[in-house]
């Protein structure tokens, strides 16, 4: 990057918690940084669910990488699931199929990086999909 396009770009810094918030009943999602922030190159957003709360349902979009920041969360990835706790990464690439949910006992958390960016922009719709389908109970 020139020195020009470093200079348009302004810092981000967010402290825990804040960020642009999608309240989803038992899921919530807080973006801290997009297309405005990252030149439309990725998206940076946490994802949370309570307790025994299933996903979105299997899809296939863009890649995902996903860092769990807080309990265990069960992902899918193509036809396997797998439990990450805390510290776990997990790469899905752009095509293959995949969800998450929760079915602990306490809330869980993933850091979602989607690349390319422009993620955002589909979550008012998002929002709208689970207001009127809200997550079920997760599997055990």
């Known amino acids: 990057m020139n020195e020009s396009g470093a200079l348009s770009r302004k810092a981000v810094i967010l402290g825990p918690g804040?960020?642009?918030s999608y309240p989803m009943g038992r899921i919530a999602a807080v973006f801290k940084a997009?297309?405005?922030e990252s030149e439309s190159r990725y998206s940076i957003s946490e994802w949370w669910l309570e307790s025994h709360t299933q996903g979105p349902g299997p899809h296939s979009p863009r890649g995902r990488h996903?860092?769990?920041i807080?309990?265990?969360m069960s992902v899918l990835v193509g036809e396997a699931w797998t439990h990450a706790t805390r510290g776990s990464f997990i790469l899905v690439p752009g095509g293959v199929t995949h969800d998450f949910e929760n079915r602990g006992e306490t809330r869980a958390g993933v850091l979602n990086l989607s690349i390319p960016g422009s993620f955002e922009s589909h979550m008012p719709s998002i929002a709208q999909w689970f207001a009127e389908n809200p997550p079920k109970d997760a599997g055990i």
């Open 66 to 68: 996903l860092y769990v």
């Open 18 to 20: 804040e960020g642009r």
């Open 70 to 72: 807080e309990g265990t």
């Open 34 to 36: 997009d297309e405005s």
